[in-house]
């Protein structure tokens, strides 16, 4: 089991910038796929960036070029550095990790297939 907890969120206007961070704790002995959701009200939870367990970042259509996933495995940490933010960007930010889970690109996985959840960290782009 993987103890997962984000912060960094916060409001900001469209155009600026904002990293999130996750910290790891439990199973933190192993590479495996960690990664970034969101949800805004009255939408599904989709997918932003996850990296998989050799470092490869995989990014939705949405955020790529924008947004950039970052893994430092010594510090258990997840970080999500975000830039030119825009309105659609606004929602709730869930780190997610599974010790199961290898490779995590999106065309491959849903969000259930992750076990662990933090308990999200709120972005809102004005």
């Known amino acids: 089991h993987v103890q997962l907890v984000e912060s960094g969120g916060g409001s900001v206007q469209a155009g600026g910038s904002l990293t999130l961070s996750c910290r790891a704790s439990g199973y933190v002995y192993s590479s495996y796929c960690m990664g970034w959701y969101r949800q805004a009200p009255g939408k599904e939870r989709e997918g932003v960036a996850t990296?998989?367990?050799?470092?490869?970042?995989n990014y939705s259509e949405s955020v790529r070029g924008r947004f950039t996933i970052s893994k430092d495995t010594n510090k258990h940490t997840l970080s999500l550095q975000m830039n030119n933010l825009t309105p659609e960007d606004t929602g709730t930010y869930y780190c997610?990790?599974?010790?199961?889970?290898?490779?995590?690109?999106?065309?491959?996985?849903?969000?259930?297939?992750?076990?662990?959840w933090g308990q999200g960290t709120q972005v809102t782009v004005s």
């Open positions: 990296i998989d367990s050799d470092g490869t970042p």
């Open positions: 997610t990790a599974d010790p199961s889970l290898l490779w995590c690109r999106f065309d491959d996985i849903i969000p259930s297939d992750f076990q662990n």
